[in-house]
């Protein structure tokens, strides 16, 4: 049975129960439960926290797991990455007071709080710069209010929390972080190959619709060349008219402009239809 660990709290916690749980997965209904066998699937889900996932993986005694691209650097653990996952997007910055320190060299000699510190550790030192890291379990923003350090180290999402704290970005970041499907070192691809299309197949739906329309004989080049769709659009006879009807999956975020590209080249009954999994 193969067997995954899941972040048990967090930010990614939620949106990592929901894709798996879109994939097809049984998800847990009780936040406590450390456990969760699926038969059907043949798959073991384990809650852990999210900065354990990648030790676990890492280990061998779990096949795969979801966690941030930054815990699984941080952790130095022997996983790999497999799959990006589209959520939990965020970046890893260093911050200041305004004018104290404004470049990765200016951090040399100073203290520099953070949660990560082995990715932070191994940053300064590809920069050649000397500095203490003092290590903190979390709300490091405040770190330098409190006088435990000179600069922080820390996620940044939308920036709310360093802004609160007074502190402001500098330098460029140090990695972009985003969830990830992470696999241990003896574990090959085609073990987790219903796991990884079963989650790519999400992704897409997710970043697509279908749309369906219909288009008199004489304008299906012009709707087509709006729509090509991957391998070609499937396109059938309408009945008793010279015209055709069209479906083809179409990027979401441009599902409005293309309607109304299709619109004008001549296509009319312009429907779109969300897919809730894709195997292509
Ligand atoms: N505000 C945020 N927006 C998006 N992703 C975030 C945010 N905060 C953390 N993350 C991502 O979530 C992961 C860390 O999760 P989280 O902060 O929930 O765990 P933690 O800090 O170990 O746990 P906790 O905050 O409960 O102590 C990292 O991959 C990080 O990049
Ligand atoms: O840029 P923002 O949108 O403000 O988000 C970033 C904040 O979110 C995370 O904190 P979390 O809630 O996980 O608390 P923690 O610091 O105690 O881990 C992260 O550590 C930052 O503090
Ligand atoms: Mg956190």
Redesign the pocket.
Known sequence: MLRIAV?N?????EPAATLLREAGYKQRRDPRELVLVDPRNEVEFFFL???DVAVYVGSGTVHAGI?????LLDSGAAATEHLELGF???T?RYAAPADAVSSIEGIHGKRVAT?YPRLVKHHLKSFGVEATVVRL??AVESSVRLGVADVVAD?V??GTTLRAAGLEIFGEPLLK???ILIKGPDVDDEELAVLTGRLRGVLMARQFVLVDYDVPNEHLDATIAVTPGFEAPTVTPLHGKDWHAVRVMIPRSEANQIMDQLYAAGGRGILTTELLAVRL
Do not use: Y
């Not at 966690?67 to 815990?71: F, S």
């Open positions: 972040p709290k967090g930010s990614l916690s926290r999210p900065r966690t941030g691209r930054d815990l939990g997007a965020s890893f949660s379990d979390g996620v999402s939308t972080s985003e969830a």
